[in-house]
């Protein structure tokens, strides 16, 4: 594909060829139907609860009928710092179909915090399979974002039968000094103030996540080029980081320390590589189709809805 960044009309196009091009040996039958007693139009509500690990209780979310249907059930890892409310708009289409769930990370959202001050990206990753143990799942399908999409590629490597395809949605491949910057500074260790300055500080770290890259470094040269979310999106954001204000960077730094590049190459799954132009990790989008050749890659443009991703998801997932 090429590497300039497609339309809304060419992402349809795309996702229209993925589908084809998977297809193009099975027979009708094979198609998913849709949960059972679910009819194309029937509504599919959004569930929550929790299951227990030996850290506590993790939240999670969840979508379609765990019964009746082939479809593998899809598991949505969230990028940092938020929770598995990035999804909800996602889960009653994908739901349709299959199973989806949507757990909170270790130290985000409603979940318990993680064992550790200090713990790898693989911690996450290992508590991703034991989520899906919990859960009574064996095989799924993932989909990553950020955070989300390294810990996909520890689980695809590691164990290699729990993921069949895999969607990384904004794979970073931070150069050592720069992870080492991030390390330092996107994420230090925040208390609740006296004077509720925390409180400040969540407002402007949500806000300033979308407006400069890295976020801490307010100047002209790093200004993305993307508007002020609306006040509605940034309570949303906040709301996620103070839940999680004692452990929300605990995650950050496990990624920020992750040698990405290794794990990538080991991952043997059928690959769809993501990224959308407004998304500052879509620089690394041609990097990580280099690592992985075998991998189908996708630049979004701008104007590319939620439910356009949603789709696309959908059409490489039912190969």
Same mark, same amino acid.
């Given at each position: 594909?090429?590497?300039?960044?497609?339309?809304?009309?060419?992402?349809?196009?795309?996702?229209?060829?993925?589908?084809?091009?998977?297809?193009? #040996?099975?027979?009708?039958?094979?198609?998913?139907? +849709?949960?059972?007693? &679910? /009819?194309? @139009?029937? =509504? $599919?509500?959004?569930?929550?609860?929790?299951?227990?690990?030996?850290?506590?209780?993790?939240?999670?979310?969840?979508?379609?009928?765990?019964?009746?249907?082939?479809?593998?059930?899809?598991?949505?890892?969230?990028?940092?710092?938020?929770?598995?409310?990035?999804?909800?708009?996602?889960?009653?289409?994908?739901?349709?179909?299959?199973?989806?769930? #949507?757990?909170?990370?270790?130290?985000?959202?409603? +979940?318990?915090?993680? &064992? /550790?001050? @200090?713990? =790898? $990206?693989?911690?996450?990753?290992?508590?991703?399979?034991?989520?899906?143990?919990?859960?009574?799942?064996?095989?799924?399908?993932?989909?990553?974002?950020?955070?989300?999409?390294?810990?996909?590629?520890?689980?695809?490597?590691?164990?290699?039968?729990?993921?069949?395809?895999?969607?990384?949605?904004?794979?970073?491949?931070?150069?050592?000094?720069?992870?080492?910057?991030?390390?330092?500074?996107?994420?230090?260790?925040?208390?609740?103030?006296?004077?509720?300055?925390?409180?400040?500080?969540?407002?402007?770290?949500?806000?300033?996540?979308?407006?400069?890259?890295?976020?801490?470094?307010?100047?002209?040269?790093?200004?993305?080029?993307?508007?002020?979310?609306?006040?509605?999106?940034?309570?949303?954001?906040?709301?996620?980081?103070?839940?999680?204000?004692?452990?929300?960077?605990?995650?950050?730094?496990?990624?920020?320390?992750?040698?990405?590049?290794?794990?990538?190459?080991?991952?043997?799954?059928?690959?769809?590589?993501?990224?959308?132009?407004?998304?500052?990790?879509?620089?690394?989008?041609?990097?990580?189709?280099?690592?992985?050749?075998?991998?189908?890659?996708?630049?979004?443009?701008?104007?590319?809805?939620?439910?356009?991703?949603?789709?696309?998801?959908?059409?490489?997932?039912?190969?």
């Amino acid at each position: 594909m090429s590497n300039e960044s497609v339309s809304r009309r060419e992402m349809l196009a795309i996702s229209a060829a993925l589908l084809a091009s998977d297809r193009a #040996a099975a027979s009708p039958e094979s198609a998913s139907p +849709s949960p059972e007693g &679910a /009819s194309a @139009s029937a =509504p $599919i509500l959004v569930d929550r609860g929790f299951l227990r690990l030996t850290e506590g209780l993790v939240h999670y979310r969840s979508a379609g009928s765990r019964t009746g249907g082939t479809a593998l059930p899809l598991y949505l890892a969230h990028a940092g710092p938020g929770s598995s409310s990035a999804f909800e708009g996602y889960l009653p289409t994908l739901g349709r179909r299959r199973f989806c769930f #949507a757990p909170d990370m270790l130290g985000n959202g409603d +979940s318990a915090p993680p &064992a /550790s001050e @200090s713990v =790898p $990206i693989t911690y996450y990753s290992e508590c991703a399979v034991r989520v899906m143990d919990a859960l009574g799942v064996g095989q799924v399908d993932f989909y990553g974002s950020h955070t989300g999409a390294q810990i996909g590629i520890e689980i695809a490597a590691a164990h290699p039968t729990r993921i069949r395809r895999l969607i990384l949605d904004g794979l970073p491949l931070f150069p050592p000094e720069f992870k080492a910057q991030l390390l330092a500074r996107y994420a230090p260790a925040v208390k609740p103030d006296d004077y509720g300055g925390h409180l400040a500080w969540a407002w402007n770290f949500a806000r300033d996540q979308s407006l400069y890259w890295p976020y801490f470094e307010r100047q002209a040269a790093n200004r993305l080029a993307n508007g002020v979310p609306s006040a509605e999106l940034l309570h949303r954001g906040v709301t996620d980081i103070l839940k999680a204000l004692g452990t929300y960077h605990i995650a950050y730094h496990a990624a920020f320390a992750q040698d990405v590049p290794p794990v990538l190459r080991r991952v043997r799954c059928p690959v769809l590589l993501m990224a959308s132009d407004h998304d500052p990790l879509s620089t690394y989008l041609d990097e990580a189709a280099r690592l992985l050749p075998a991998a189908q890659k996708v630049r979004l443009g701008r104007e590319v809805t939620a439910s356009d991703r949603v789709e696309l998801i959908e059409h490489f997932l039912a190969g």
